[in-house]
C-alpha cells in the first residue's frame, strides 16, 4: 500500500520561520511535490525533489532524504497570505507507465500576526 | 504554457442525474490527464489516469461505469458522474502533464463542485 503522512495542523507566527515534515512509504519513487492549496482553490505548484538534498526557490526551501523515506518543506520570513493547506505528494509510476501522484493528507498552515 | 480551465466550477444537480465536467489544457497538449476527489479538509484521491485515445486507468475502489472519463483530443477531458447521488457531492479536481517542463509536473485545473440535492 501506499502511505504519506504530514501533521493535519500547525501555526507559526507573522516573519518566523515554518518546517512541515513528511514521510512515505510507496511502492516506487519518482519524486515528490510540495503544493500549496487555498480553500476552495486547486493545488499550485512549490517545489520538486528527486534527489537527496536541499532544494532552495526563494522563500520556500525542500529537502528529500530517499533512505529515510522523509520530506520537509521550510517557509522563511513567514507572511499572512501563506496561511493554507501544503501537500506532500509522491509520484510513482502506474502500469500504464504514467507518473500518478499520491497526496498525504495535507497540513493546514495557520500563520498569526 | 500550463493553464488548465475546468468547467463549471459549480454544480448543482438531483438525484438520479448525470453531470458531465470538462477539463482543458489551454495552452499546451497534455497526452495525460488526472481526475481527483477531494471531500471537505480532506486530501486529493486520485480516481482516474486518462491517456488521450485510450481508455481511462481507474484507481481501486473507483466505479468506471459510474465516472465516465473520455479524453478525446489532447487539450480536453471530460469526467461525466452518471446516476448521481448526494454521497458523489465533492470537489472535483483535473490536472494536466505538460510533459516539454522539467518536471513533468501536474498542473491543477480550478475544480469543479458538484452538489446533489
Known amino acids: 500500500g501506499q502511505n504519506i503522512d504530514q501533521p493535519t495542523e500547525m501555526t507559526a507566527t507573522e516573519g518566523a520561520i515554518v518546517q512541515i515534515n513528511c514521510t512515505y512509504q510507496?511502492?516506487?519513487?519518482?519524486?515528490l511535490f510540495w503544493y500549496q492549496q487555498h480553500a476552495g482553490e486547486a493545488p499550485t505548484f512549490l517545489s520538486y525533489?528527486?534527489?537527496?538534498g536541499l532544494e532552495e526557490k526563494g522563500r520556500f526551501s525542500s529537502f528529500l532524504s530517499r533512505s529515510k523515506g522523509y520530506s520537509y518543506l521550510l517557509l522563511k520570513e513567514l507572511q499572512m497570505k501563506d496561511s493554507a493547506s501544503y501537500l506532500c505528494?509522491?509520484?510513482?509510476?502506474?502500469?500504464?507507465?504514467?507518473?500518478?501522484?499520491?497526496f498525504g493528507q495535507g497540513t493546514t498552515l495557520q500563520v498569526k500576526p | 504554457g500550463a493553464v488548465v480551465s475546468q468547467h463549471p466550477s459549480w454544480v448543482i444537480c438531483k438525484s438520479g442525474t448525470s453531470v458531465k465536467i470538462e477539463c482543458r489544457s489551454l495552452?499546451?497538449?497534455?497526452?495525460?490527464m488526472f481526475w481527483y476527489r477531494q471531500f471537505p479538509k480532506q486530501s486529493l484521491m486520485l480516481m482516474a489516469t486518462?491517456?488521450?485515445?485510450?481508455?481511462?486507468?481507474?484507481e481501486q475502489g473507483v466505479e468506471k461505469d459510474k465516472f465516465l472519463i473520455n479524453h478525446a483530443s489532447l487539450t480536453l477531458s471530460t469526467l461525466t458522474v452518471t446516476s448521481a447521488h448526494p454521497e458523489d457531492s465533492s470537489f472535483y479536481i483535473c490536472?494536466?502533464?505538460?510533459?516539454?517542463?522539467?518536471?513533468?509536473?501536474?498542473?491543477f485545473g480550478p475544480g469543479t463542485r458538484l452538489t446533489v440535492l
Open positions: 510507496t511502492s516506487g519513487f519518482n519524486g
Open positions: 486518462s491517456n488521450e485515445g485510450s481508455k481511462a486507468t481507474y
Open positions: 490536472s494536466a502533464v505538460n510533459r516539454l517542463l522539467t518536471y513533468n509536473e501536474q498542473f
Open positions: 495552452d499546451f497538449q497534455a497526452t495525460t
Open positions: 505528494a509522491v509520484r510513482i509510476y502506474g502500469s500504464s507507465n504514467t507518473g500518478k501522484l499520491i
Open positions: 525533489n528527486v534527489l537527496d
